[in-house]
């Protein structure tokens, strides 16, 4: 074999060993030395510049061998040294290590006391419950002061006297009795709907189990404040308004003398209603000066219960600020065509496609206030 052949040999070599292990290498070079061991023989004993430069190839090769068994070596102690820490590691955590299964983990951290914030992943137990803090309904609602009245239609018609000429008197004897006539006024009372509606998606049903015996409740609460406002509006348009002014009075006196002008047209006044605010400030109405506090005329107090001169005054925050009603409720009534209902459906629009729901409250109704004349609708600042 010359020298090029040997060379070529050594240059394929020393490609065929990048990349390979040392026991890998270590095959190729034997092979090398088995197909050139006279060759090899030949160049140990040699002195030429090209077997030196054959010599210094095989030295090369070896030297790669020799670095690839000290990266081993280093490798042998790195894995020895991470044996001996896990096995360190799980003979001091063993207790904990025995209690880990499938889906469950434990964390290894240096003793210490544990708190919340160091020891507990994820949220802490909760106790819950299906009560909800509601917002408080109105205290009284004009239902609860007036009569009802159910109706198959739509409208209610009542007849009003409305005045009438000639008097009844004494008869002269041999005269015509006196004649007396009356005229009548038909009024119409038509109900309506006062309703409204909330939607919701069934998953914020099923995940919040409380709104089922929420929403009813909350609809119902709502139906009232508004047909409270409704009703307010008519009674306030409907009734008559006061003469009196604050002038040299307070709110009692003011009130005593609505009952004195209905009880001059033979009305007999029930109920004084007034706003919440005006009720403490009646309560707080001096007598006289050094008399203490007191009420003119004659009060009480009794069982939560405010009286002038037996009326029973009652709080009501639908009635708008520093106004007031007295008057013989008994002929107002609530007109009703449908009740109030509440219901619930999940085919309102696209709500099955929208797997929503749908809450209406509702109810048709209006109010007949039979004789304007029994009610005055005052105001506390009237001057």
Known sequence: MNEKELKDALAELKTDMEGKSKAE????????????????????????????????????IQDHIDKLDVKMQAKETELKEGEDLLRKTITDNFDKIKTVSKGKSVEVKTVGDMTLSASLTGDQYREFTFD???????????????????????????????????????????????????????VDVNTDFIAGYCNYSRKMSNNLPFLESFLPDALRRDYWIAENTVFD????????????????????????????????????????????????????????????????GFTSYDNGVLRIN???????????????????????????????SVSFSEHDEDNFRKNAVTGRVEAQVGLAIHRIDAIIYGDFTAT
């Open 25 to 60: 290498a270590k095959a190729l070079v034997d092979e090398f030395k088995t197909t050139f061991d006279d060759a090899l023989e030949e160049i140990k004993t040699s002195n030429s510049d090209a077997n030196d430069e054959i010599k210094g190839s095989l030295t090369a």
């Open 132 to 186: 909800v803090a509601k917002v408080p309904g109105q205290m009284v609602n004009v239902a609860d002061l007036v009569g009802s009245l159910n109706i198959g239609v739509g409208t209610y018609t009542f007849p009003r006297e409305s005045g009438g000429e000639g008097t009844i008197t004494t008869q002269t004897e041999g005269s015509d009795k006196a004649q007396k006539d009356y005229d009548f006024t038909m």
């Open 310 to 340: 037996g009326i029973p005054v009652v709080k009501a925050n639908w009635v708008d600020t520093n106004k007031y009603y007295v008057g013989d409720f008994s002929t107002v009534r609530r007109i009703i065509t449908e009740g109030l």
């Open 233 to 296: 509006a008519v009674l306030a348009a409907g009734t008559t308004a006061s003469s009196q002014v604050i002038t040299s009075q307070n709110k009692v006196e003011m009130l005593v003398q609505e009952i004195a002008t209905l009880e001059g047209s033979n009305f007999a006044p029930n109920i004084i209603v007034v706003t919440p605010a005006d009720f403490w400030d009646i309560m707080l109405t001096e007598k006289s000066t050094g008399a203490g506090y007191g009420l003119p």
